[in-house]
C-alpha cells in the first residue's frame, strides 16, 4: 500500500510539473507581460527596468525553476487588472467557490443515488419512467440556460405566482450574489446566515444537476448489472430478504465503480463553475478567471489553472485510496503491479 501511494505521488508530482510548464509558457510567451502593466507612454528605460524587476531578461531555464518556487511558495505575481498579489485574490474567492461546490456535490450524491436506486428496482414502474424522462433535462439542457429558467421562475415571475399561492412575499429566491457572509477566521461563510442559505439555492440547484442526472444513470447501470451476478442469485436462495440482497451485498458492490466518476466529477464541478458564478454573479474564483481573460490577466489565469489541476490531482489520489480501503483485493493487486515497475 506504501508503494503504490508512493508512486501515485511521483505520478502526480510529474503532472503539477507538466501543468506548471503550460502555465509558465502562458505567463511568458503570450504576449508581452510588461505591455500589460504599463501603458504606451512608458519610456524605453522604464519597460527595461520592469523587464529587469521581472527577471524576463534571465535565460527560460532559470525563469521556469524561479516559476516553480514562486509556485510552491503560492506566489504568482500580481494581477495586471487588480494590482494586487494573486494568491490573495484566490483566497479570498475559495470559500465562495468551494462552498458552491460542496452545495451542489451535496445535492447530486444526495438524489442522484437513491433515484438511481429506485429507477434500478423499480425499472418496470411509471415511476421509474417519470424519473429517467425528467433526468434528460439535466444532460440535454446546457448549464446557463438552466440557470437562466430557474431566475426567470424563481427570481422574476415568483413575484407573481408565489402570492397566488399564498406563499410569502421573502420566497422568491435572489438572481444574483451570495447574501451576507460571515468571517470564520478569514474564511466568509454564507451558509450561516439565512440570506445566504437562500441565495446559493439556485445556483447550487444549477451546478448540480448535470452532475445529479450523470449519478442517477450511473448508479441504475451499476445496480442492475450487479443485481444479474451469480452471488446475488445466490442470496437469494439463502432466503435473504430484498432488502438484505439489494442494501447489504448489491448497493455496496454498485458504488465501487461510481466512487471513480463521483470523485472527477466533484473537480469538475470546480472547473466548470465557471458557466454558474458568471449567470448568477456569485462572487468566486469562476467569475474570477472570466474576469481574468477578459482583461488578459495571465497572472490569474495561471493560478487557476494550477489550483485546478491540483484538486484533480488530490482527488484521484483519494479516489485510489478509497477504492483499496473498500475493496482489499486492489491492495494486493495494485502491490504487485508497482512492485512489477
Not at 500589460?36 to 523587464?51: C, K, Y
Not at 466512487?259 to 448568477?280: D, R, Y
Not at 495561471?302 to 483499496?324: E, K, Q
Amino acid at each position: 500500500m506504501l508503494s503504490f501511494l508512493v508512486y501515485r505521488l511521483l505520478q502526480a508530482a510529474a503532472v503539477m510539473l507538466a501543468v506548471s510548464f503550460l502555465c509558465f509558457a502562458l505567463f511568458n510567451f503570450i504576449g508581452d507581460p510588461v505591455n500589460n502593466m504599463v501603458g504606451q507612454e512608458a519610456s524605453p528605460q522604464e519597460r527595461a527596468q520592469i523587464r529587469h524587476d521581472l527577471g524576463l531578461e534571465d535565460p527560460v531555464p532559470v525563469q521556469f525553476v524561479r516559476f516553480i518556487g514562486n509556485a510552491l511558495e503560492g506566489n504568482f505575481g500580481r494581477s495586471y487588472r487588480l494590482a494586487r498579489p494573486v494568491g490573495r485574490l484566490i483566497v479570498e474567492r475559495m470559500p465562495a467557490t468551494l462552498e458552491l461546490v460542496a452545495v451542489a456535490a451535496l445535492l447530486a450524491l444526495a438524489i442522484g443515488i437513491p433515484l438511481g436506486v429506485l429507477t434500478a428496482l423499480r425499472r418496470h414502474n411509471w415511476d421509474s419512467g417519470v424519473v429517467l424522462t425528467f433526468s434528460l433535462a439535466g444532460v440535454a439542457m446546457p448549464t446557463f440556460v438552466i440557470g437562466i429558467l430557474l431566475i426567470y421562475v424563481f427570481s422574476v415571475e415568483c413575484k407573481s405566482w408565489a402570492p397566488w399561492l399564498g406563499l410569502p412575499e421573502g420566497f422568491c429566491f435572489p438572481s444574483f450574489g451570495r447574501g451576507e457572509t460571515v468571517d470564520l477566521g478569514g474564511w466568509n461563510s454564507g451558509l450561516l446566515t439565512g440570506s445566504g442559505l437562500k441565495a446559493i439555492v439556485l445556483p447550487a440547484i444549477t451546478l448540480s444537476l448535470f452532475q445529479l442526472t450523470l449519478v442517477l444513470r450511473l448508479v441504475r447501470s451499476q445496480m442492475l448489472e450487479v443485481l444479474r451476478t451469480d452471488y446475488i442469485k445466490f442470496a437469494r436462495a439463502r432466503g435473504l430478504t430484498n432488502r438484505a440482497v439489494h442494501f447489504g451485498h448489491a448497493l455496496k458492490n454498485t458504488l465501487l465503480p461510481v466512487i471513480t466518476v463521483i470523485g472527477i466529477q466533484i473537480g469538475g464541478l470546480i472547473a466548470f463553475s465557471i458557466i454558474t458564478e458568471t449567470v448568477f454573479q456569485w462572487p468566486g474564483m469562476g467569475q474570477l478567471f472570466v474576469q481574468s481573460v477578459q482583461f488578459a490577466d495571465i497572472p490569474v489565469m495561471s493560478a487557476y489553472l494550477v489550483m485546478v489541476a491540483l484538486v484533480f490531482v488530490t482527488i484521484n489520489i483519494v479516489v485510489d485510496l478509497l477504492y483499496a480501503v473498500i475493496d482489499p483485493r486492489l491492495r494486493v493487486e495494485r502491490g504487485r503491479a508497482v512492485g512489477g515497475h
